[in-house]
């Protein structure tokens, strides 16, 4: 949507807001175009921000050059990207796995699941 037709859509919008609307579903659509509008503007404007941004990429080691908006410098390029998340989330569920696995098999959770067992038997008996 080019910069002309978005403000021609926002007047009309607006123009649309001063008028009183007929029903509460016809003022819930315009407030829903005018919310579409504002995500459109913004992204607009996140895209007239963005410059070629030189990077070396952690996933390939390429130095790589970009286009992206203000802000942090990426950490991986486009082509790595998904691959890399794959690999980080991989990660991530091998450790959660293997603290479970330890926590299970430790004392000191077998103690607290008695612990719970127990108290859960004695309150069920003093409803009795």
């Not at 007047?11 to 001063?18: F, P």
């Not at 509008?37 to 080691?61: D, H, I, M, Q, S």
């Amino acid at each position: 949507m080019d910069a002309a037709l978005l403000l021609a859509t926002i007047q009309a919008t607006i123009a649309k807001l001063d008028e009183p609307a007929e029903t509460p579903v016809a003022m819930a659509q315009i407030i829903a175009d005018a919310r579409f509008l504002l995500t459109r503007v913004a992204a607009n404007a996140v895209k007239e921000n963005r410059a070629p941004v030189t990077f070396t990429c952690e996933y390939c080691g390429y130095e790589k050059t970009e286009e992206h908006g203000p802000g942090q410098l990426p950490r991986y390029c486009a082509a790595c990207y998904p691959e890399a998340q794959r690999s980080l989330n991989r990660q991530r569920v091998k450790a959660h796995r293997a603290r479970q696995k330890t926590a299970e098999a430790s004392p000191v959770a077998l103690g607290a699941t008695e612990r719970q067992s127990s108290l859960c038997a004695k309150s069920s008996a003093s409803r009795l």
